[in-house]
């Protein structure tokens, strides 16, 4: 059997020319193959085929020249949910006619008891995802790995840019790990572009994450946090990348493969300061809130695949399911394959408790009006169902913090980048 990371390499590609061609394996389902037949290939997908993964199997047989046949879908068993659901809520109806300004607009929600039921059904499947992700560690840290007795230093890391999907985390987090041991929550930021400036490390994702740390000591005055602050400039920045970082983002190639693979290995690498000294995180688990943006409706495409559709409400609905529809459907290409490499190198176990397959089968039959409204603005109508669960968690402040994508926040890019350009150090 072929594992759903496998990286393949050819001599050829699909014209024969004499170049090296390279792909991540498409996690579709489970592939055999006899090795005696090496170019013929059965795939048993996870689900049934759609247009998608038809493109992605078309482009794996033209470059390697393996032909693929598809066998029944698998419809693994364990993937069951016996939770009832009632789903008799929808964000618009209830958000439109309330005011843009409205300060009690969570309580407001929170009030619905349709509302507060799909909640608790989602708090018992997120905590479980992270007490398994947070739990199932060494029972020592990387420093205490050869030595006896008890170690309290963290075993796992959380990526925090202070933003809703780790701050949930966090608080998850300290739920279930050991009272007597410490968490880091590591904070990343680069040296801003502008020339001439001062070197400023209080980017915005810094200072979002110095109010979310600060409430979750004021939540949780018990617990050991490590709150790391890891300082990078351009020049570290692209000693690294061209030496060393651009192998383990291959093949991805793009601006954006290049700015979020580097935030993400000097992130999990935890290497910065802590209460005014160098500290060097010893976690071997690193959790990160990869896929809540793409379940819950994070990016700004998706708002603008509700309000740039020219029709009525209920199709610009249809159209933003279809927009959240292609971002799921994508997101190992996109983000998991390239962010579990660069984590992976640094002797870390990336895990990511959003895409726990009973969270996500659960998540996925939500209806769009149902996880985000974008009739609010910015920080309140995107993931709106994930920031009420934040809210009830005790996340006041942060459960109204604007997103920012991690290479805006950190200050690795600037916006008058194209993501989609190709790097000019890949």
């Not at 780790?166 to 050991?178: E, G, N, P, R, T």
């Not at 209080?202 to 409430?215: C, G, H, I, Y």
């Not at 291959?250 to 690498?269: C, H, M, N, Q």
């Not at 397959?357 to 998540?363: A, N």
Request: proline residues 4%.
């Amino acid at each position: 059997m072929a594992s759903v990371n496998t990286v393949l390499e050819d001599n050829f590609n699909a014209n024969g020319d004499d170049v090296p061609a390279i792909m991540e394996l498409p996690p579709l389902g489970l592939y055999a193959f006899n090795v005696t037949l090496p170019t013929e290939w059965k795939l048993y997908p996870w689900r049934e085929i759609d247009h998608t993964m038809l493109n992605e199997i078309k482009k794996f047989n033209e470059i390697f020249r393996i032909n693929v046949s598809i066998e029944n879908y698998l419809q693994p068993k364990w993937l069951c949910n016996d939770l009832e659901t009632t789903r008799s809520f929808n964000f618009y109806e209830m958000c439109k006619n309330l005011e843009p300004t409205c300060n009690n607009l969570f309580e407001i929600l929170l009030e619905n008891k349709y509302v507060l039921e799909e909640l608790q059904s989602f708090s018992l499947l997120l905590e479980e995802s992270v007490k398994n992700r947070v739990r199932h560690t060494p029972p020592r840290c990387v420093n205490c790995s050869n030595q006896q007795g008890i170690c309290n230093h963290a075993k796992i890391a959380i990526l925090f840019s202070g933003g809703i999907d780790c701050s949930i985390l966090a608080a998850l987090s300290h739920k279930y790990v050991d009272d007597h041991d410490s968490i880091d929550l590591i904070n990343i930021a680069f040296e801003r572009l502008s020339p001439g400036l001062e070197t400023s490390w209080d980017v915005p994702d810094r200072l979002t994450a110095k109010n979310s740390f600060a409430e979750l000591k004021k939540l949780y005055p018990q617990r050991n946090w490590n709150y790391v602050e890891v300082n990078i400039s351009r020049q570290e920045l692209y000693d690294n990348l061209q030496s060393h970082i651009k192998h383990l983002i291959y093949p991805l190639k793009t601006v954006l493969d290049e700015s979020i693979g580097s935030a993400f290995w000097f992130a999990s690498r935890g290497k910065g300061i802590c209460l005014g000294k160098e500290y060097l995180s010893p976690a071997r688990v690193v959790i990160v809130g990869s896929g809540a943006d793409e379940l819950f409706g994070g990016y700004t495409r998706h708002r603008n695949a509700f309000w740039r559709f020219k029709g009525t409400d209920i199709e610009k609905l249809e159209n933003l399911h279809k927009e959240l529809d292609k971002d799921w459907n994508r997101i190992w290409a996109r983000n998991l394959g390239r962010d579990d490499r660069v984590v992976a190198d640094n002797s870390k176990t990336l895990r990511a408790p959003f895409i726990e397959e009973h969270l996500v089968q659960y998540v996925r039959s939500f209806s769009p009006s149902q996880l985000c409204c974008f009739l609010l603005k910015e920080g309140v109508g995107d993931k709106l169902f994930l920031r009420l669960y934040g809210f009830q968690l005790g996340l006041r402040n942060i459960a109204y913090e604007k997103k920012r994508a991690i290479q805006f926040g950190s200050k690795i890019a600037n916006k008058k980048q194209n993501a989609t350009d190709p790097s000019i150090y890949l």
